[in-house]
């Protein structure tokens, strides 16, 4: 009799381990894929700033120390890109995004350069690029939020540690304003 | 059957959301179970213990016509809705804020159509978010806004994400299978109810009975829970969309627009009309709004979506 109680424990528990272990695994797999939706974004918007940045000395060459802090931002984003947490990555597009800032703010002193197509282009595609990181990050804050909650609550907590699961960190962008920058209005 | 109790200001949109998901989970077993009884029933008239042999067989015949809109619903309601695939380059605000709100759902981009019609309407469709379509009218592209317009691809997406655009077409089906099978029950009994009922005495007689009603009154139950699973739908899509977009105002405003245009969808007809996003069709008179519309009162919609926050 009580070999069979015991029996049952043990099949109840394993089955609830089991049970969280695999929502677990999916939760965290879903984190991965949604970070994998940032990543591309932000390789997009890597990829749109030296382009901008030429164009934009088309115009104002004597601008120079603008040009090098976007240059070199962009630099140390493709670099935490490669390697960094996203807490550190996070810091290194926020960097980014304050030059970028100042790069409209000088382009928006030379109406000629507002007027040449490549730069209005430019400009929609990394305003349009900014808009689906900022989705793409909610998404990823949204998984991460999940995995974290199922990680933290009874009775998965008792094990998750023991099975190496780790809570993940959330994506953030410095603030709302920051998140704005590089809107650019054509008027 | 305003099943919908109103959301009081102090719902948030996730509770929203979550309700409404069990209330259709709820009326979409009713429906299967609908289909059963018929069966049954009908099996038991025409023999004792005939009635759990017949129901592998109508759930077999269920699925079987399920199947086929599963894999061919969506190219058909396209095409009859005559829309266009979006080509490269073209209508590039649309374009972007399609990609955008998908990214935040985390499915992939959809296919894009343009409807050239210009009742400002739109509808998603397909049978997951990997084979998903979304159709949009020039009226809509012309009339909306930025924060209207992704009001109201948030809402078609969230149709996507929720999977709902499987179910509109399986539930569309799966009353056509209903008023076949009791059509086909009616007819029966009408031919040869009379003998057997003599044969078997005052039992096959409740029976006989029982059939009829259950004939007559399956296929209009089966549209009710059709409509209101429709209606149940729309209010869910709007939660999400509002979810995704977290601004409810913008497909408020684009309801409100909506509703003041009363030029009809010319490509819309009764079947396809409980895909877009407001009855396309706008022919419905008041009296009968609450139980035979598709959609919700679309006053109620935006009411729910300014009481958001």
Known sequence: MELIVVAVIVVVLVVFVIGGFNRLVTLRQRVKEAWSDIDVQLKRRHDLIPNLVETVKGYAAHERSTFEAVTNARAAAVAAGATASPQDRAQAENALSSTLRSLFAVAENYPQLQAVQEFKDLSENLTATEDKIAFARRFYNGNVRDYNTALMTFPTNLFASLLGFKAEQYFELADAADKELPQVKFS | ?309
């Open chain 2, 1 to 309: 059957m305003s099943s919908s109790a109103p959301l009081t200001p102090t719902v948030n949109i996730y509770d929203a959301a979550a309700a409404n998901r069990v209330r259709t989970v709820v009326l979409i077993v009713l429906f299967m179970a609908i289909v059963a009884a018929i069966a049954y029933v009908f099996g038991e008239y025409l023999a004792p213990g005939g009635g759990v042999a017949l129901l592998p067989f109508a759930f077999a015949f269920s699925i079987g016509s399920s199947l086929v809109s599963y894999f061919a619903g969506d190219k058909l309601v396209l095409a009859q809705s005559q829309a266009k695939p979006l080509a490269e380059g073209e209508e590039k605000q649309l374009r972007n804020v399609v990609e955008t709100l998908a990214i935040g759902l985390g499915i992939p981009t959809p296919a894009i159509y343009v409807i050239e019609d210009p009742a400002p309407n739109a509808f998603a469709t397909g049978r997951d978010p990997k084979h998903a379509s979304i159709a949009v009218t020039r009226g809509l592209l012309d009339k909306m806004d930025r924060t209207e317009l992704e009001g109201v691809i948030a809402h078609e997406l969230s149709h996507v994400g929720n999977r709902d655009i499987r179910v509109m077409l399986l539930v569309t089906v799966l009353v056509g299978t209903i008023a076949l099978l009791s059509d086909g029950m009616l007819r029966s009994m009408f031919w040869g109810g009379g003998r057997r009922d003599r044969d078997r005495g005052s039992g096959g007689s409740l029976l006989f009975v029982v059939a009829i009603v259950l004939a007559i009154l399956t296929p209009v139950i089966a549209t009710l829970i059709q409509l209101a699973v429709s209606r149940q739908r729309e209010y869910l899509a709007d939660a999400s969309g509002a979810l995704l977009t977290r601004y409810p105002p913008g497909l408020a405003s684009a309801l409100k627009k909506i509703a003041a245009d009363t030029e009809p969808l010319r490509v819309a007809n009764k079947a396809t009309a409980s895909l877009y996003i407001a009855n396309p069709l706008h022919d419905h008179n008041a009296f009968m709004d609450n139980l035979f519309n598709t959609h919700p009162p679309i006053q109620e919609r935006i009411r729910r979506l300014e009481a958001m926050d």
